[in-house]
């Protein structure tokens, strides 16, 4: 019987959501994992489903940091902005904070863009929310600039390789509009 890994899993279920390849490189080994857990107490889980009310409060997020004396980034994406199949309005910016500490305590990290919960409209389908964690390079803090007014549209990977960001860990979820 062959071992199955944790990377192997996390592999199967960006490639079963198409996340990867395109957002996440294919065959992506992480540093860590990432965990999200919404104030019911539900945890984000590889894809599993919230309705939006269950996910519209802001999330806690942990990890172990790989590297304690590093700093990190955590995006929240949509690409499914007004659809999977149209992504015209997408990435939509869900969330942005930048110079998390190694010790993953975010009351010291800098929130660019505060949590936004999942709005997809109705007649849309499924939506992913994906949670993209990113190693800041040791010497200097992550700026990303003036952000536009709107979230959509948003053009995550020019910042990420101008701020050179590694990739360390991917959680995700899926939501759809309530009324479909």
Same mark, same amino acid.
């Given at each position: 019987?062959?071992?199955? *890994?944790?990377?192997?899993?996390?592999?199967?279920?960006?490639?079963?959501?198409?996340?990867?390849?395109?957002?996440? +490189?294919?065959?992506?080994?992480?540093?860590?994992?990432? @965990?999200?857990?919404?104030?019911?107490?539900?945890?984000?889980?590889? !894809?599993?489903?919230?309705?939006?009310?269950?996910?519209?409060?802001?999330?806690?997020? *942990?990890?172990?940091?790989?590297? %304690?004396?590093?700093?990190?980034?955590?995006?929240?994406?949509?690409?499914?902005?007004?659809?999977?199949?149209?992504?015209?309005? !997408?990435?939509?910016?869900?969330?942005?904070? *930048?110079?998390?500490?190694? @010790?993953?305590?975010?009351?010291?990290?800098?929130?660019?863009?505060?949590?936004?919960? +999942?709005?997809?409209?109705?007649?849309? !389908?499924?939506?992913?929310?994906?949670?993209?964690?990113?190693?800041?390079?040791?010497?200097?803090?992550?700026?990303?600039?003036?952000?536009?007014?709107?979230?959509?549209?948003?053009?995550? %990977?020019?910042?990420?390789?101008?701020?050179?960001?590694?990739?360390?860990?991917?959680?995700?979820?899926?939501?759809?509009?309530?009324?479909?």
């Amino acid at each position: 019987m062959p071992l199955v *890994t944790m990377e192997m899993n996390l592999n199967e279920a960006l490639k079963k959501a198409d996340i990867s390849p395109g957002i996440v +490189p294919e065959n992506f080994t992480p540093s860590t994992l990432i @965990s999200a857990q919404f104030p019911s107490g539900e945890d984000v889980a590889l !894809g599993n489903f919230f309705k939006p009310s269950e996910s519209n409060e802001t999330p806690k997020v *942990t990890f172990v940091a790989p590297d %304690q004396d590093a700093q990190y980034t955590l995006l929240v994406v949509d690409p499914d902005a007004p659809t999977k199949e149209n992504p015209k309005w !997408g990435p939509y910016r869900h969330w942005i904070v *930048t110079n998390i500490p190694g @010790s993953g305590d975010f009351s010291q990290a800098t929130e660019v863009e505060p949590y936004l919960g +999942p709005g997809p409209p109705p007649k849309t !389908g499924d939506h992913r929310y994906i949670f993209l964690l990113y190693k800041q390079p040791a010497t200097q803090e992550v700026n990303f600039g003036t952000l536009a007014k709107e979230r959509n549209n948003w053009e995550y %990977q020019p910042l990420v390789e101008k701020n050179n960001l590694e990739l360390i860990a991917v959680n995700f979820f899926i939501s759809r509009n309530e009324e479909d």
